[in-house]
């Protein structure tokens, strides 16, 4: 069974720098993207980020010259550094893999950002 394990949120001052981590197992189908997405509370879920298998990459304009996304193809995993974190960047940070048959989603890490 095919698993998404998130890790690297937590509390963190406005300025600071988290990075986070999602690491997808038991995954036999092409993996052609990965993404982060968040999602505050009243808010609808975004596209955070995301990198294509050709390692292009797409930022939300909000995170834009603060957050950078890679990933390891070889683990499977990607990366979330994030840094001049604000307050507003509060919220429950998704990944999200797409393969070539479904796509996945992890469960959810908690980012919160005081001010």
């Known amino acids: 069974q095919v698993q998404l394990v998130e890790s690297g949120g937590g509390l963190v001052q406005a300025g600071g720098s988290l990075r986070l981590s999602c690491a997808a197992s038991?995954?036999?189908?092409?993996?052609?993207?990965m993404d982060w997405y968040r999602q505050a509370p009243g808010k609808q879920r975004e596209l955070v980020a995301l990198?294509?298998?050709?390692?292009?990459?797409v930022y939300a304009d909000s995170v834009k010259g603060r957050f950078t996304i890679s990933r390891d193809s070889a683990k499977n995993t990607v990366y979330l550094q994030m840094n001049s974190l604000k307050p507003e960047d509060t919220a429950v940070y998704y990944c999200?893999?797409?393969?070539?048959?479904?796509?996945?989603w992890g469960q959810g890490t908690q980012v919160s950002v005081s001010s």
């Open positions: 990198i294509s298998s050709g390692d292009s990459t």
């Open positions: 038991k995954i036999s189908f092409r993996i052609n993207r």
């Open positions: 999200r893999v797409i393969t070539n048959i479904r796509d996945y």
